[in-house]
């Protein structure tokens, strides 16, 4: 129990805090150093920041760290926070790859300053039998890498759970993921949020709880947009549906000659007022040559009309007025995913 105000210097491999009490308001300035919370109390505000430079002695001279020369760095990285209270916690500097969050309380009110780092996915490109699996680079959990590393046919990268980490899965994280987004948000750090969204929105697609028709929608989102985050996927896919839209035009939109206008009447016997009908004969559909460039560029004008939801001045086949709504309906959604994907990434 810690009953009055203090600040704790401390070069050292580990600091156990574990079930610890602090009744009044603390720092704690550590080098090299693994620190562990779990279950402690904090009744005030508490710091732990990391130490850039050795520590000084009141007479000048600076705290040997030779014991420690073989370290590779001086980095403070937390090791659990499960049972905490985070409402009065402050990380400064702290590396969070490691650390359990599940069960802490209160963590969409943690403040996170400096530059507090989390794991990263698995960097390479790997195949699971004929596909391809390459993760997009975002801000993860150790708790995450404990789940995925445990799940049959995981690719190599993601890091296994040490002794007494326990077991959570995807329905125990949505929320982690969900507070600590929220702890972005407040502190204006849009991008670091927008990672913690994916993972919520990861966790939320492998929870065994949601119905299977939610599943597929989210599946959808993530392969479409990676839920609005990554606007190449969208860009990708926005291509993809404009040259489907162009080849079928092609082949199948574009009548084969534009139809004429044609007047037709009948002059009364013995002269007088002469009416004439103007009709305009149905788009015939295209034979012979379709692939020509005449025909490529008026199907691209369609297309990109299409991209802008407007409608070509160009007269089409049966076949292509139904190709044309379907793509004005996708590829205006198409490109609203990559602005949002570009908005959450930028945005302050």
Same mark, same amino acid.
């Given at each position: 129990?810690?009953?009055?105000?203090?600040?704790l210097s401390c070069v050292a491999r580990r600091v156990e805090c574990?079930?610890?009490?602090?009744?009044?308001?603390? =720092?704690?300035?550590?080098?090299?150093?693994?620190?562990?919370?779990?279950?402690?109390?904090? =009744?005030?505000?508490?710091?732990?920041?990391?130490?850039?430079?050795?520590?000084?002695?009141?007479?000048?001279?600076?705290?040997? +760290?030779?014991?420690?020369?073989?370290?590779?760095?001086?980095?403070?990285?937390?090791?659990?926070?499960?049972?905490?209270?985070?409402?009065?916690?402050?990380?400064?500097?702290?590396?969070?790859?490691?650390?359990?969050?599940? *069960?802490?309380?209160?963590?969409? #009110?943690?403040r996170l300053e400096g530059a507090c780092t989390f794991g990263t996915?698995?960097?390479?490109?790997?195949?699971?039998?004929?596909?391809? &699996?390459?993760?997009?680079?975002?801000?993860?959990?150790?708790?995450?890498?404990?789940?995925?590393?445990? #799940?049959?046919?995981?690719?190599?990268?993601?890091?296994?759970?040490?002794?007494?980490?326990?077991?959570?899965?995807?329905?125990?994280?949505?929320?982690?993921?969900?507070?600590?987004?929220?702890?972005? =948000?407040?502190?204006?750090?849009?991008?670091?949020?927008?990672?913690?969204?994916?993972?919520?929105?990861?966790?939320?697609?492998?929870?065994?709880?949601?119905?299977?028709?939610?599943?597929?929608?989210?599946?959808?989102?993530?392969?479409?947009?990676?839920?609005?985050?990554?606007?190449?996927?969208?860009?990708?896919?926005?291509?993809?549906?404009?040259?489907?839209? $162009?080849?079928?035009?092609? *082949?199948?939109?574009?009548?084969?000659?534009?139809?004429?206008?044609?007047?037709? *009447?009948?002059?009364?016997?013995?002269?007088?007022?002469?009416?004439?009908? $103007?009709?305009?004969?149905?788009?015939?559909?295209?034979?012979?040559?379709?692939?020509?460039?005449?025909?490529?560029?008026?199907?691209?004008?369609?297309?990109?009309?299409?991209?802008?939801?407007?409608?070509?001045?160009?007269?089409?086949?049966?076949?292509?007025?139904? &190709? +044309?709504?379907?793509?004005?309906?996708?590829?205006?959604?198409?490109? *609203?995913?990559?602005?949002?994907?570009?908005?959450?990434?930028?945005?302050?």
């Amino acid at each position: 129990m810690f009953d009055g105000p203090m600040t704790l210097s401390c070069v050292a491999r580990r600091v156990e805090c574990r079930r610890t009490r602090w009744m009044s308001t603390a =720092e704690l300035r550590l080098r090299y150093t693994t620190v562990d919370f779990s279950h402690a109390v904090f =009744e005030y505000p508490l710091t732990i920041a990391a130490e850039a430079a050795p520590f000084v002695l009141s007479d000048g001279r600076p705290v040997t +760290e030779q014991a420690l020369a073989g370290a590779p760095d001086a980095t403070v990285r937390m090791a659990s926070m499960r049972g905490v209270d985070a409402a009065h916690l402050v990380l400064a500097d702290v590396d969070l790859s490691e650390c359990l969050f599940t *069960g802490t309380v209160h963590l969409d #009110q943690i403040r996170l300053e400096g530059a507090c780092t989390f794991g990263t996915v698995p960097p390479a490109m790997h195949w699971r039998g004929w596909r391809p &699996i390459r993760f997009t680079q975002r801000r993860t959990l150790a708790e995450e890498h404990h789940w995925r590393a445990s #799940q049959p046919g995981a690719v190599p990268g993601w890091n296994v759970a040490v002794y007494g980490a326990g077991r959570v899965g995807p329905l125990q994280l949505a929320p982690v993921y969900r507070a600590l987004r929220k702890a972005f =948000e407040d502190g204006k750090h849009e991008p670091g949020a927008a990672d913690f969204y994916y993972g919520e929105m990861e966790m939320r697609r492998h929870a065994d709880d949601i119905p299977r028709s939610e599943r597929g929608l989210l599946t959808a989102y993530w392969a479409l947009s990676g839920y609005g985050m990554r606007a190449s996927r969208a860009l990708a896919w926005l291509g993809a549906a404009m040259l489907v839209t $162009i080849v079928l035009l092609m *082949g199948l939109g574009l009548p084969k000659d534009a139809p004429k206008q044609a007047a037709t *009447g009948t002059v009364p016997a013995g002269g007088g007022k002469v009416t004439f009908e $103007i009709d305009k004969a149905d788009p015939q559909n295209p034979t012979g040559e379709r692939f020509t460039g005449e025909r490529f560029e008026q199907a691209l004008n369609v297309t990109l009309n299409s991209v802008v939801f407007r409608s070509a001045d160009q007269d089409l086949t049966t076949s292509g007025t139904y &190709i +044309e709504m379907a793509s004005r309906v996708t590829e205006p959604v198409l490109l *609203g995913l990559a602005l949002l994907a570009v908005r959450n990434r930028v945005k302050r």
